[in-house]
């Protein structure tokens, strides 16, 4: 078994979900891992991870509107503004997802189902720079 660790630097547009599956695969394609086990950490406090539907935009939609609705920009309602209104609300949005998310590798791919893709979740209102750690363990390829 090896192990391999990189990194990925995804811009964002604002609020709302970037899906990450391509260039996640396309670092796991270089590693030429056959097998193994791949750990994905986003390195910051205001945006996450996902595991879902990647062929429906309106789950997108949803899945924003109701993080809204859940953790709402309100000046009143939160004591932490430093970094102005979206901050707490992003921080609580994350709280309530995934920061890490591990996925299994298998025929050198990730094993994720039909509909399924990896998206990172902005929760801050201005465009960002968001890093993602990327450890893989496993099975290079014969050969």
Not at 39 to 57: D, K, M, P, Q, Y
Not at 72 to 85: A, F, L, T, V
Not at 98 to 120: A, C, E, H, K, R
């Amino acid at each position: 078994m090896e192990q391999f660790s990189g990194q990925l630097t995804i811009p964002t547009h604002g609020p709302g979900l970037t899906d990450v599956t391509r260039p996640i695969a396309a670092w796991i394609a270089a590693q030429s891992v056959r097998t193994g086990l791949l750990t994905v950490f986003c390195r910051h406090t205001s945006s996450s991870l996902l595991i879902n539907e990647n062929a429906a935009g309106a789950v997108r939609r949803d899945l924003e509107r109701y993080f809204a609705a859940i953790a709402p920009e309100d000046p009143h309602r939160y004591e932490h503004d430093e970094e102005g209104p979206d901050d707490m609300p992003a921080h609580l949005r994350t709280a309530m997802t995934n920061v890490s998310l591990s996925i299994p590798v298998s025929d050198g791919q990730m094993t994720l189902g039909t509909w399924q893709g990896v998206f990172l979740f902005e929760h801050r209102s201005a465009p960002h720079r968001r890093t993602l750690a990327l450890h893989l363990f496993g099975e290079r390829e014969a050969g």
